[in-house]
């Protein structure tokens, strides 16, 4: 078993306890100032770790998901069935003290990647029952949202390994969830970890559509609206993928909930987006979704005090 004590300070800054030994992590970057700049894709390197290995179908594929869905990460975790696994890529240093550190630098890949296994596990363990389930986007909405994470854990029957990948030091470690334990020390505002989950998965669901990946973004907004976790943007780019898909039933049928669900509180410009999309649709419905949105926009825009309507008109 592999005991350790994780304290997240800053991103990829950790105290550890492994072993009866007290390890202070501290790895932001291994390039220095003079080394030079850094490679900026460590994902292609990740990727060509886990794709020389003999990996069983269902983990290999999981992995490569999380992969392709956040391709400007250097961090990575997620869930293969009942393993989790982790995987980290860390810049290489440049000049000749490369080969005499890499062994060195392996080893601390390898125990970042480990302190990130039981951070996701402790994760896991607090708020999947919230149905904050996706690994990776717990973790990085709390690493990102907290000012401090305190997680107590161990795990053992570990699998790890480590390689150089191009100008990258990339670690894999998984392990059944049943032999991972984690607990984190400290509590958060529930609604505070929610709001960070659906905003850090729409960045990625955004970033999916940069890619014309229009399916994958989708996937990520109905993972959202199946736990209420929306808001006006996420219905917005919702409606954008499925008219990216021709779907334009579909597409119609998100722009007329998202006006209905913020007809209360939200601004103009919010009616006038929503309108100017249902233009962009043929049924006859959207022609009234797209009136209804405007006249919204128009009231909203005058009780503002604004004595001129929005720019955009149905046609």
Partial sequence: MLPAFLTHCQPASF??????AMLVLSIPSFVSAEDGARTPQPVGSARELVEGLDLEEPMRKAILTVLRQNPDER???????SILFAITAQPLPRGRFRSMALPTLLKMTTAATVSQLIQTKSLLSRYES?????????RKALTRSAPRLNVLG???????????????SVALVYASESDIIGSLLEKHRLSIVKAAYRDTMHVQARRLMEGKQWQDALGLWRHLHERKLVSPPLYLDAARCFLALDRQDEAIEIVDEAISTFEEGESWAFFEQAGEIALDLNPDKAQAVAERAFSLAL???????????????PK
């Fill in 130 to 138: 919230e149905g904050l389930c996706e690994a990776n986007t717990l």
């Fill in 299 to 313: 009231a909203k825009y005058r009780s503002h005090g604004h004595p001129l309507a929005p720019s955009a008109k």
């Fill in 15 to 20: 105290l550890i306890w492994l072993g009866g």
């Fill in 75 to 81: 961090e990575w975790s997620g869930r293969a069935g």
């Fill in 154 to 168: 161990s795990v053992k029957m570990l699998t790890h390994l480590a390689a150089r990948k191009g100008e990258f």
